[in-house]
């Protein structure tokens, strides 16, 4: 795990592929970290602003309507909604020295508008480490499962929506095959969680990674 903000609060992100349960366990994960006492925000991507939220509104809007949004638009669409996340939300928040718990950040962007649409992966880098002002997470916790698996959760979700209905199984392929490699380059700031299990089952493991740095965090 990083250690980037000694004296400050602390930033853990939650990564998958579709159906992964990326927002319910950040969500499970904020309410158990502040039942011990930390002051916590939860947030997720894209979104988190009123500036985040519109564009994520544009970016669903635009390819749920046709295929005419460029790859380079659509990655700088969520580097600006990032940059305003991370300026007004996430680093305002640790610098009061509460945790933040994100679902989703700069490597769900690595993931889906690099290897997933096929952006310059060295550009891509880039732009999130601009778009960021250099912050990355303390912790990232990826929520892995075979695609099969992801796809089939959502469709029974009533989260699916013209996105993944446009996609094919290759691309999402492509994403996780991407989240395992980011993983493999920064063992410490990883951890692989199997999300192919239940949502408990998850949350345990979860907390199994987090509960041994409360102290020393805190």
């Known amino acids: 795990m990083n250690d980037e903000s000694s004296g400050h ?13 990326k927002t319910t366990a950040a969500r499970h994960l904020a309410r158990w970290v502040r039942d011990r006492g930390i002051a ?18 544009i970016v669903l809007h635009m390819r749920g309507m046709s295929d005419d949004l460029d790859p380079r638009a659509d990655a700088l669409l969520y580097a600006a909604a990032r940059a305003q996340h991370v300026a007004r939300v996430i ?4 610098e009061r020295g509460e945790w ?13 508008q690099g290897a997933g649409y096929g952006n310059d992966p060295d550009e891509m880098r880039r732009l999130q480490a ?10 990232t916790l990826l929520l892995d499962l075979p695609v099969a698996v992801g796809l089939e959760r959502t469709r029974r979700r009533a989260e699916w929506n013209r996105f993944e209905d446009t996609e094919t199984a290759a691309f999402f392929e492509r ?44």
Do not use: H, K, M
């Open 9 to 21: 609060g602390r930033f853990i992100t939650l990564e998958g592929p579709e159906g992964s349960g």
């Open 40 to 57: 916590t925000v939860l947030t997720q991507e894209p979104g988190g602003t009123p500036l985040g939220e519109e564009i994520r509104r």
């Open 91 to 94: 680093r305002p928040a640790l």
């Open 100 to 112: 933040v718990v994100c679902a989703r950040y700069l490597d769900s962007s690595l993931a889906y």
């Open 130 to 139: 601009f778009a960021t002002y250099g912050r990355r997470p303390d912790l």
């Open 175 to 218: 994403v996780r095959s991407a989240y395992l490699a980011l993983a493999a380059a920064e063992p410490d700031r990883f951890e692989i969680v199997d999300a192919s299990g239940s949502v408990e089952e998850a949350d345990l493991a979860i907390r199994a990674i987090i509960e041994p740095t409360l102290a020393s965090w805190s």
